[in-house]
């Protein structure tokens, strides 16, 4: 089992940005395909990014030119930039090795 733990969420003006880091632990983080996925009020989770262990990355459109996931192996860390943050990015954000979850992070964003 891979514990993950989010940070980085909280409260940030339209146009503004967060980092949110993703701490794994365990030696598998390398090998492993990373997602981010978020959940707003009242709608289902959805997945926004994703990291394969090779590197390769996908968005949703809605985050496209303005979310950038990325790792740091050495640290067994995932992280998601977030600029241009919009209110209708508001949203728990987690972070998924599959089957594992993390508790996710809050982000908040004001207009």
């Known amino acids: 089992q891979v514990q993950l733990v989010e940070s980085g969420g909280g409260l940030v003006q339209s146009g503004g940005s967060l980092r949110l880091s993703c701490a794994a632990s365990?030696?598998?983080?390398?090998?492993?395909?990373m997602l981010w996925y978020r959940q707003a009020p009242g709608k289902e989770r959805e997945l926004i990014a994703i990291?394969?262990?090779?590197?390769?990355?996908s968005y949703v459109d809605s985050v496209k030119g303005r979310f950038t996931i990325s790792r740091d192996n050495a640290k067994n860390t995932v992280y998601l930039q977030m600029n241009s943050l919009k209110p209708e990015d508001t949203a728990v954000y987690y972070c998924?090795?599959?089957?594992?979850w993390g508790q996710g992070t809050q982000v908040n964003v004001s207009s």
């Open positions: 365990g030696s598998i983080f390398s090998r492993n395909t």
């Open positions: 998924t090795i599959p089957p594992d």
């Open positions: 990291m394969t262990s090779g590197g390769d990355t």
